[in-house]
Structure formats: C-alpha cells, structure tokens
C-alpha cells in the first residue's frame, strides 16, 4: 500500500477546551494504529486525569510528563505548576494507584544555558522558538517524548502518541517515533499529525483570551480561590 488515509482533527481555538475531543481522538488512532503508550503532559495533573477516564477499557500505559515545581501567571494571580507540589498531591496519589508512570525533569530545550536570556540565543532556545511556529502544544508534545524516553519509560525508536496543549489543557496530539535528547536531530520523527489548533495564540488568558478557550474556574478552585 503506497498510502495511508487518517483523520487529522483541527481546532479553531488553542486551549484547554480542546482536552476532551484530542483525548478520544488519541484513543481511536492508538487502536489504528496498536499503539498502547501515551505520553500526558499535565503541569497538575488535570488533562492526565481526564486521559484516565477517557482510556478507561483501551490497553493505554499513560506516561505523564510533568514540569519542575514552579509557578504561571494568571488572570487571577500565579497558579503553581508541577505535579509533584504539595497542592497536586490528591492528583499525584491517584494517578499512581492508576498505574500512570510519573516523570519530572529538565526539559531538553530548556536547560541550564537558558538563563543566560535571549540576548544570547543558544541552540536550545533556537530549538524552541523553531518549534512553536507549528505551536505550543507541538513543541511541549515533541519535548515531552523526549523527556519521557530519557527517562526510560520509552524505549528510543519506539512509537508513541505524545499529547500537550497551551498553557492549560491539551490542544495538540502526534504520533511520534521517539528518540534520547542527544540523538533528536538524527532519530526522532514526527509521523503523524493527530489533532492541532489551526492557530497560535497570540494572548494568553493573564492578558486577554485571544485564540485560546478554556475553563480556569477549575484550576483555581482547587488552589482555594473561589
């Protein structure tokens, strides 16, 4: 067979409105395609979570790649970010009792030389920028395969279906043949493009919602702001 036909579902809006329908989107392509490992990137555990309920019955290993305990911006003051703080504790314990391999580390694009800032671009941070023209949640799935494979839970060459989004939520789905940080540019592959926003977003919520949607009520609601 010279071809092969499958469904790419697009977005108009970028954001966490899109978690639901790249989820079922993933799970059909992995019985397509027999894949049974899916990368989550979740900063707390939210978009993870929802991938649980929504792979229930499918022969899914959920991968979930966190950020290092840190703080975003929002529209109602910073919201805190990584799984492994003590806020996301409830989410962390029963992703693990779902059997979800954890992973929290340094992220290839960003490491140490990043701090030096732009006025002194390194090669990582080209890397970066280069990505997000396809957005943001291209980018972090790409980066998130890569954190994933270092870390063991993927073997290099392995296919997998990587999810992420921008800034909360999951908006973009690929389906990638993974490789270690050091050999990405000679081994790892972008082979399928299962869902993505047609845009960029050009504001995040702290300014103004423009080309994202979602619901934050719910993210602050759990940090106690009401």
Not at 71 to 88: A, C, D, F, N, V
Not at 181 to 196: L, P, Q, T
């Amino acid at each position: 067979m010279e071809e092969v036909k499958r469904k790419t579902v697009y977005f108009k809006y970028c954001g966490e409105a899109n978690t639901e329908k790249v989820l079922l989107a993933v799970r059909h392509r992995c019985k397509e395609t027999d894949i049974n490992k899916v990368v989550i990137a979740s900063e707390t555990g939210r978009s993870a979570l929802k991938a649980l309920k929504i792979f229930d019955g499918a022969k899914i290993q959920v991968i979930v790649v966190t950020h290092y305990p840190a703080e975003t911006w929002g529209p109602r003051g910073s919201m805190p970010i990584g799984l492994k703080r003590r806020e996301y504790a409830e989410n962390l314990k029963k992703l693990m009792e779902s059997g979800c391999k954890i992973v929290q580390g340094t992220r290839p694009f960003a490491p140490p030389s990043r701090s030096i800032g732009w006025n002194y671009p390194t090669p990582e941070g080209v890397i970066d920028k280069t990505l997000e023209i396809f957005g943001t949640g291209t980018k972090i799935a790409i980066e998130a395969a890569v954190m994933a494979t270092d870390a063991g839970e993927i073997d290099e060459g392995e296919e997998i279906v990587s999810c992420a989004g921008t800034y909360k939520g999951l908006d973009t789905a690929l389906l990638v043949k993974t490789a270690y940080s050091m050999n990405f540019f000679k081994k790892f592959e972008v082979r399928e493009v299962i869902a993505k926003p047609l845009c960029r977003v050009k504001k995040l919520p702290e300014f103004e919602c423009e080309n994202w949607k979602g619901n934050l009520e719910d993210y602050y609601m759990q940090l106690g702001r009401h």
